[in-house]
């Protein structure tokens, strides 16, 4: 079966390829998905003025990413944690955190835009970067402190 993907799907392809899937997991898992619309005529007719409208909307999107990273980019946050005879934190300084610090100094940021490859552990400075589009991220510095 063939089918134009709408969205990126991760280990399969980038929207608007149209690719050759199994019957199945196209029936039962992508097009119930809203991830792909059968390969048609109509269909590619349909899905070619959908991406204009999202070209647009995508470069509209960018700018105003864009314009966020250049204040974001400079921005120091201060997590404070208890610690243990070492350096060591008792928890871990995680995606949320570093989130919510940003949320309190006024940046409309969601956890999940946070880039942070696994939890910090111990006392320090770290980049952490922080994905505003698809293609423009800012590094923040976290200083994480003794409480």
Do not use: C
Not at 57 to 86: M, P
Not at 93 to 106: N, S
Request: aromatic share 4%.
């Amino acid at each position: 079966m063939q089918v134009i993907l709408t969205t990126d799907v991760p280990h399969l392809g980038h929207m608007g390829d149209i690719i050759e899937v199994k019957d199945g997991f196209g029936r039962n898992y992508l097009i119930p998905q809203s991830l792909a619309l059968q390969a048609t005529k109509e269909n590619q007719r349909q899905f070619d003025h959908l991406r204009r409208q999202v070209a647009v909307k995508s470069a509209q999107l960018r700018q105003k990413a864009l314009g966020a990273r250049e204040t974001l980019e400079g921005v120091n946050i201060t997590v404070a944690r208890r610690t243990g005879g070492t350096d060591r934190l008792y928890g871990s300084v995680t995606r949320r955190d570093v989130a919510d610090a940003l949320i309190q100094q006024g940046y409309d940021i969601d956890r999940r835009q946070v880039e942070l490859e696994e939890p910090i552990k111990e006392l320090g400075i770290y980049q952490v970067p922080v994905k505003l589009h698809s293609d423009v991220s800012a590094n923040v510095r976290v200083w994480v402190i003794r409480m």
